[in-house]
């Protein structure tokens, strides 16, 4: 008796990790799909552009004013603060 239910719940446990498997490798996934672009333009504005990297087409593209992002130090100041 306590070889069938040994049994069985191996059994059970084969099953339920090959339908996660399974599962696990459907390519249904958008993630990484889309990929987004900015440009900062002559006009001190801001593009952005998503581009979908399946087909290639760009799926949106919107100016945003800069009064959006809050003000960061530059890089090369980041570096220097650092020695």
């Not at 239910?5 to 059994?11: A, E, N």
């Not at 339920?16 to 390519?27: C, D, E, P, Q």
């Not at 949106?60 to 100041?77: D, M, N, T, W």
């Amino acid at each position: 008796m306590t070889r069938y239910i040994q049994g069985l719940i191996s059994g059970g446990i084969f099953v339920f990790a090959a339908i996660i498997f399974i599962g696990a490798n459907s390519s249904s996934s958008q993630n990484g799909r889309y990929q987004v672009s900015t440009t900062i333009g002559s006009d001190v504005l801001i593009y952005e552009t998503v581009i979908d990297t399946k087909t290639g087409e760009i799926a949106s593209r919107k100016r945003v004013e800069p009064g959006h992002f809050a003000k960061q130090k530059s890089l090369k100041k980041l570096k220097m603060g650092r020695k």
